[in-house]
């Protein structure tokens, strides 16, 4: 699905509602439903409500919100920011509505009657600003902002966006933005929560499909989409009932020096948990019995080197190659990695240290071939491609990069982004903030590895490698929280993650 940005979600708009012959406010009302429908499903009715509006749609949404909250007899209170007499028509026509209700509403002029409003306790709506935010929030939206954020809410719900968060554009340190619970989005995920210039603010984000036209959006001109577990599925392919090990590829992960043969492990653990057919560890000696004893599974290429890599590997035209967890920088693994690069020809994976010594003899560039897949982390990409002064600057660097050397990058973050030779850039929203540790990066080499060598294109498995990852972690999270989890925890939930992939 395509990112679209404020503009383009504006036109998306009037035309689904042209379309299927229906007023704004019919499409707000559609909006609103939908998030009243997803708070009672999910947090219940049972609880003290405040709805804060802002004076466009976005606040509109929330009177809508507010109505059907008050109609089921919820204890709700609306906020109204009275800092414009310029409400939108929408905003207008549904605060008439509400007046008919039992619901209680506050309507706030300055700063100074926000004192006696208190948020402790309760659920938070925030319909502030949504796309439509221009500038930044100032007076009394910052202080209502700031006043939601300090105080002990239950739960902060925003409605679209975080209130005073761009929809693509990059906010600034010192802005006021909604740190939300919950972002109850249309349509699709907007571009700034992929970013840490304000991601952090949105929690966890739901989708919520209000059914704009999606042939219009399709042809929207947009570099970016957001993939989803649902879009993913489909490029696994049916395993045979008559097929063996040889029918589903051969993984080499080439991985691991002195003190870090742990890499390789959890590369070829994670890869034999991919459905590959067969893996090989291609390590030096010194990892030999490690290797053995932890991942029997994977057979053992121990011909190169004692403490790391080093010396000429010989090519198997049949096998997927893995490079990078662990290896190091000593020089002799860096002409071992060199001798690689120019034999190898098929599309490889590169990760870590691979990458480290490719950005510190950069010839090394020319030599990957057509359509591998690097897998650096922030740092990692600005060494290859140089340092970045934000997240859109950073994005305009990733496609450059990827579009001049042909190659698939997945830049890996708290939302990991894949750029395609094409430059063409998706985004995905599945992982969590427990797989920020050691060896997480070196299971999803593995993962994509073993999805490369059962014939899925670059493409397919990019994409599917790192919702795959991200699902593993999510079901990690589930079973041991953030905090006890540990890369290991994610190779027991890649069948959790496929399983899902299946269903849908
Ligand atoms: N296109 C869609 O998909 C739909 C949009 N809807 C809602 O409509 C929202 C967009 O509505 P609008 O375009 O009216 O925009 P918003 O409601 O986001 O806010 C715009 C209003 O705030 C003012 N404003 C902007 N920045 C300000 C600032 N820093 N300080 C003070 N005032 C500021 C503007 O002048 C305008 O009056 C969406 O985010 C969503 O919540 C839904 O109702 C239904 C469908
Ligand atoms: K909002």
Not at 38 to 53: A, D, P, Q
Not at 83 to 108: A, G, H, M, V, W
Not at 263 to 279: I, M, N, R, T, Y
Request: proline letters at 3%; aromatic letters at 6%; one cysteine or more.
């Amino acid at each position: 699905m395509k990112i679209l940005t404020a503009q383009q979600l504006k036109k998306l708009d009037a035309f689904s509602t042209e379309r299927q012959n229906i007023s704004s406010a019919d499409l707000m009302q559609r909006a609103a439903s939908k998030c009243f429908n997803w708070i009672n499903k999910n947090l219940g009715l049972n609880h003290s409500f405040s709805i804060v509006c802002g004076p466009g749609n976005n606040g509109g949404d929330g009177l809508v919100i507010a109505q059907l909250l008050s109609e089921n007899n919820c204890d709700v209170e609306c906020i109204l920011l009275n800092f414009t007499d310029k409400n939108s028509p929408d905003y207008e026509l549904n605060l008439t509505k509400l007046q008919k209700t039992e619901c209680k509403i506050r309507s706030i002029q300055s700063e100074n009657e926000l004192e006696s409003i208190k948020f402790n306790g309760k659920i938070v709506i925030d319909a502030i600003f949504g796309f439509g935010l221009s500038r930044p929030a100032e007076g009394l939206a910052a202080v209502i902002i700031k006043q939601i954020n300090s105080s002990r809410t239950k739960k902060v719900i925003a409605i679209d966006l975080p209130s005073g968060l761009y929809c693509d554009e990059l906010n600034a340190k010192e802005d006021q933005i909604i740190q939300a619970d919950f972002t109850l989005t249309f349509h699709v995920p907007k571009l700034s929560f992929f970013f840490p210039e304000g991601g952090n603010s949105v929690g966890k984000v739901i989708v919520l499909d209000i059914r704009l036209d999606k042939s219009f959006a399709s042809k929207l001109e947009s570099n970016y989409s957001y993939i989803t577990p649902s879009k993913v599925g489909g490029f696994l392919k049916k395993r045979k009932t008559f097929s063996h090990k040889g029918t589903y590829g051969h993984a080499n992960i080439i991985a691991g020096s002195r003190g870090k043969i742990g890499a390789a492990v959890l590369s070829s653990k994670a890869a034999s948990f991919s459905g590959v057919g067969l893996v090989t560890s291609t390590i030096p000696l010194i990892g030999l019995n490690v290797m053995q004893m932890s991942a029997p599974v994977a057979m053992c290429d121990d011909n190169y080197g004692t403490d790391c890599l080093e010396g000429k590997i010989e090519i198997n035209e049949k096998h997927t190659y893995g490079i990078g967890p662990g290896i190091g920088k000593s020089p002799a693994t860096v002409q071992f990695l060199k001798y690689f690069l120019k034999e190898v020809t098929q599309p490889i994976v590169i990760d870590a240290d691979a990458l480290n010594c490719i950005s510190e003899n950069r010839e090394m560039l020319n030599d990957i071939p057509e359509n591998s897949i690097l897998t650096p982390h922030i740092k990692e990409f600005e060494r290859l491609a140089g340092v970045t002064e934000n997240s859109l600057d950073r994005l305009n660097k990733l496609v450059e990069f990827c579009k001049e050397h042909k190659v698939y990058v997945v830049l890996k973050d708290a939302r990991t982004i894949i750029c395609s030779p094409q430059g063409k850039c998706s985004f995905s929203l599945n992982g969590t903030p427990g797989m920020a540790t050691g060896g997480s990066g070196d299971v999803l080499t593995g993962i994509l590895t073993g999805l490369l060598a059962q014939g899925l294109s670059s493409d397919e498995t990019t994409q599917l490698g790192v919702v795959l990852h991200g699902l593993a972690g999510e079901f990690a999270a589930e079973k041991h929280s953030e905090y006890g989890m540990n890369a290991e925890s994610l190779l027991e939930e890649i069948g959790e993650g496929f399983k899902m992939l299946l269903k849908i």
